[in-house]
């Protein structure tokens, strides 16, 4: 019974999924055991008919104590009495369960349709498990196996690792250069502000003294 729930989700519908997408795909039959566990566990299959013949709880023994003979001229006669097929078709439908003791094959079908109707409740996803070793031991230090596409996944990590070391001394550099040139700027411009007012002062002091002299020669 997991093998319909594998063949139905695995097989069929993952192989619809690839026609839904387009996906060129040629699409491969697998073959259903449904048939087996319908004559196992369906009404009036093999389960059933041991529950069936658990219910006599007397065993019945025959003995023959001497040699019997029988008239078989009229057995062709009595076994053309058949079952209504309805009446076969309704046992294998009826739903209505006996108040009898629960035997084993009962407990087993009824424990298996329970966990199917669990099953099919859920929606299943399916992992692939490795085998780690024989020995079922840890590798050594020298020895180490990587699946598909880890190395380059480990080789981008340590990419965006080394690119944000590289951003962030950059930034750090690029900090300290700037502070630096600011402030030989910043002096730069100190000094030659204080050399032009100097100047400028000069200019002044030496324009009012012409003035003074000016006026006072004037004055005379």
Same mark, same amino acid.
């Given at each position: 019974?997991? =093998?319909?729930?594998?063949?139905?989700?695995?097989?069929?519908?993952?192989?619809?999924?690839?026609?839904?997408? /387009? &996906?060129?795909?040629?699409?491969?039959?697998?073959?259903?055991?449904?048939?087996?566990?319908?004559?196992? +566990?369906?009404?009036?299959?093999?389960?059933? !008919?041991?529950?069936?013949?658990?219910? !006599?709880?007397?065993?019945?023994?025959?003995?023959?104590?001497?040699?019997?003979?029988?008239?078989?001229?009229?057995?062709?006669?009595?076994?053309?009495?058949?079952?209504?097929?309805?009446? +076969?078709?309704?046992?294998?439908?009826?739903?209505?369960?006996?108040?009898?003791?629960?035997?084993?094959?009962?407990?087993?079908?009824?424990?298996?349709?329970?966990?199917?109707?669990?099953?099919?409740?859920? /929606?299943?996803?399916?992992?692939?498990?490795?085998?780690?070793?024989?020995?079922?031991?840890?590798?050594?230090?020298?020895? &180490? =196996? =990587?699946?598909?596409?880890?190395?380059?996944?480990?080789?981008?990590?340590?990419?965006?690792?080394?690119?944000?070391?590289?951003?962030? &001394?950059?930034?750090?550099?690029?900090?300290?250069?700037?502070?630096?040139?600011?402030?030989? &700027?910043?002096? $730069? $411009?100190?000094?030659?502000?204080?050399?032009?007012?100097?100047?400028?002062?000069?200019?002044?002091?030496?324009?009012?003294?012409?003035?003074?002299?000016?006026?006072? =020669?004037?004055?005379?």
């Amino acid at each position: 019974m997991v =093998f319909i729930i594998i063949h139905e989700h695995v097989f069929t519908l993952e192989q619809e999924e690839y026609m839904t997408e /387009e &996906i060129t795909w040629s699409f491969i039959q697998f073959y259903d055991n449904q048939p087996c566990i319908d004559l196992i +566990e369906s009404r009036l299959g093999i389960l059933n !008919l041991l529950d069936e013949e658990c219910k !006599l709880e007397i065993v019945v023994q025959l003995f023959l104590k001497e040699d019997d003979t029988t008239n078989g001229s009229k057995t062709l006669t009595s076994n053309k009495s058949y079952q209504v097929q309805k009446t +076969e078709t309704l046992q294998r439908s009826s739903k209505v369960q006996a108040q009898r003791k629960k035997t084993v094959g009962y407990q087993f079908r009824e424990s298996l349709t329970s966990l199917m109707a669990a099953l099919n409740l859920t /929606e299943p996803h399916y992992v692939c498990c490795i085998k780690p070793n024989d020995k079922k031991a840890p590798f050594t230090n020298t020895k &180490i =196996f =990587f699946r598909a596409g880890q190395v380059a996944y480990l080789e981008k990590l340590r990419s965006e690792k080394l690119r944000a070391c590289i951003i962030k &001394i950059q930034t750090i550099y690029h900090v300290y250069y700037a502070g630096k040139r600011y402030l030989k &700027i910043r002096r $730069t $411009t100190i000094a030659l502000q204080t050399l032009s007012r100097r100047y400028l002062a000069r200019k002044y002091a030496q324009q009012i003294r012409l003035t003074r002299a000016v006026t006072l =020669f004037q004055s005379l």
